[in-house]
């Protein structure tokens, strides 16, 4: 196990390498920097000021460095528009979305599982076309259409819950359904596809003629294997979801990391947009790093191949 714990690090690290490499290249793709940040009108002086002040005028392998080595700190730089430190701006925004970003996989799974052990126990019924056509819906329906049909019925019909904000729990009921019911419908189909798998194999008949409970074989038996897969993507998912939270954040007006990364691209606050694109593609690596040593933990056959 520690084998392979320390080969899936070995290459978590590259990878994050490679990533920072490309996060930092975004900065010169779109021209100089020192002009996005001046303005059109700037005049060539004005931009020598600002390519001195912010190192823009070293060679591009020695900004990287040294880019790199306060990053490794902590130290992403002051942003260009708020003038406060990016670490503090990103801490005070990333509680938000983290919270989000839990309550919304929490429902995610707990949509698929239940319903893709439905699915796969009442194949070709009724029941597995309920599920699935649930699923297909949840995939083909747009977020923001979603969440402005949600706040219509349950904030401002009922008054159940309030309609945008981040100060308490009630605030992010909303939103982490409609992220939640857009990411369950890959794991209801791969739990789905995994258990009915499982079903069919030689040790869940194995289990039956033992007389085990019904109970007994999905939950001790097909279940542990079938749930695999939907781990791998729950933590894929659960990166998108912190990733790709803009759209929902705004119709609920929370103030999270998908708030600030839309203002900071509009803004072309360069140090901010580098630490979010790096944050998160750090996130994903991580967390596929994580699902694979609990895939590994859960499934012996994977760490001894």
Known sequence: MLRFILSRLAIAIM????????????????????????????????????????GFDRPIIVQYGSWLLHVVQGDFGDSYYFGTPVVSLIAERFRATLKLGGLAILVALVLAVPLGILAATSQNRLADRIALTIGTIGQATPSFWLGLMLISLFAVELRWLPVSGSATFAHFILPSLVLGYYAAPSMLRLCRAGMIEALRSDYVRTARAKGLLPVQILGGHALRNAILPVISVAAVEFGFILGGSVVVESVFGIRGIGMLAWESISRNDFPTVQAIILIYAMLYVWLTFLADVINAWLDPRIRMN
């Open 15 to 54: 990878v994050a390498f490679a990533v920072s490499g490309i996060c930092f290249g975004l900065m010169f793709l779109a021209g100089d920097p020192a002009l996005a940040i001046a303005g059109e009108g700037a005049t060539e002086a004005d931009l020598e000021v600002i390519r001195r002040r912010f």
